[in-house]
């Protein structure tokens, strides 16, 4: 829904929140503006919640599941705008290099899949996809699926069909599976299936692209081939083409500024064995920060999403704040001025150290002040 109305974040109203010196208060932009615009985007560990919306009927019902960590302070309830009930039309195919694909013919399909994004983001719509190897010159696309909010089958359908034809002409055979929901949460349910989000044996790292990547053919194909070459080097590729745009009269928060100018959040992931070594873990571990490396340099300036991203990412500053860390460190020490609430690349975390026994980035270790 971010294509459509902005981050989970741009809805909270209000929050009910321990303080790190135990006073449990309400926050609101009229109580405490500070404190309102650092709990809604300020980082990991600022105030970690699952929030469901289920849209099933015309009234929305919330739940939350709140966990005691935070940056500024636990959060046990909030207040949250909902929206009327929507239907969606959801999508999945796939298509593979082949006998009648060969491996520059895959990837002009996806290229021309690349060049709609900023229309397609502007349609509201929010698509996952995968982009796989499978073998020495050998890959695998699959939309997993797309999710176009407030849009019939025969509206999907005109929206995808420039690149649809683009597939065609180029001789890519696919088959779409495309169904029709009459509210968000059936098709939520039916198009994205539960996966694990995170893993002693895995490494994540990700990144932001923003939309000035999409300016000219130049820029679009320095991003295509940086995720060509970290597909190719071994890495699956999971992404999203979605916006997150800040609506129209909605309060500002600390959510990372790249947000407002994505086009596309990139994953990517490395694992391991219960009985890998330390030290091969480490290799592993530097040769993902290396692969989203080529990432960040085709943009430099934009950042990535912290619940996904690299906890060896260089300037974790920057890259999950933005220009809002100077302002949440000030904040930090307001409201937590003994560093009681901690979290790796938390704000603020760059006064502690974490003495690791492994030798390896973890919490495997003594929580020491710099």
């Not at 919640?49 to 289920?54: I, N, R, V």
Request: proline share 5%; with cysteine; aromatic share 14%.
């Amino acid at each position: 829904m971010s294509s459509l109305y902005g981050l989970a974040a741009d809805q909270v109203l209000a929050l009910e929140v321990v303080l790190a010196n135990g006073r449990f208060v309400t926050v609101t932009e009229e109580s405490d503006p500070d404190h309102f615009w650092a709990l809604r985007g300020g980082g990991g560990g600022m105030c970690t919640l699952s929030l469901s919306l289920f849209l099933s009927h015309s009234l929305a019902e919330i739940s939350s599941n709140i966990f005691p960590l935070g940056t500024y302070g636990v959060v046990t309830s909030l207040i949250s705008r909902v929206y009327p009930k929507v239907g969606v039309t959801v999508s999945t195919f796939n298509f593979s290099t082949g006998k009648d694909v060969s491996v520059e013919t895959f990837w002009a399909g996806v290229r021309s899949y690349l060049e709609r994004f900023p229309t397609h983001a502007d349609a509201g719509t929010y698509a996952y996809f995968w982009i796989m190897p499978t073998g020495p010159n050998a890959f695998t696309f699959l939309m997993n699926p797309f999710f176009a909010v407030n849009h019939t089958v025969d509206e999907f359908n005109a929206l995808v069909k420039p690149w649809y034809d683009d597939l065609h002409e180029l001789g890519i055979s696919f088959q779409p599976n495309t169904t029709y929901y009459d509210n968000f949460y059936d098709g939520w349910m039916a198009g994205f299936a539960l996966e694990t989000v995170a893993s002693s044996t895995m490494m994540t790292g990700s990144r932001l692209f923003p939309r000035a990547n999409w300016d000219t053919p130049t820029s679009l194909n320095a991003t295509l081939n940086a995720l060509r070459a970290t597909i190719t080097d071994g890495f699956a590729l999971l992404a999203f083409n979605m916006k997150a745009e800040l609506q129209e009269g909605f309060t500002s928060n600390s959510a990372n500024p790249a947000w407002r100018q994505t086009l596309m959040h990139a994953i990517t992931s490395t694992s391991w064995t219960n009985t890998t070594s330390d030290s091969d873990i480490k290799v592993k571990m530097d040769d993902l920060t290396k692969a989203v490396g080529k990432w960040r340099a085709v943009c430099p300036d934009s950042g990535a999403y912290m619940s996904e991203s690299d906890i060896q990412e260089p300037h974790f500053q920057q890259a999950f704040y933005g220009t809002n860390y100077d302002r949440l460190y000030k904040l930090k020490q307001r409201y937590d001025p003994t560093g009681l609430f901690y979290a790796p690349t938390g704000v603020g975390s760059e006064d502690w150290v974490v003495k690791s026994l492994d030798g390896l980035p973890d919490q495997n270790g003594r929580l020491c002040r710099v």
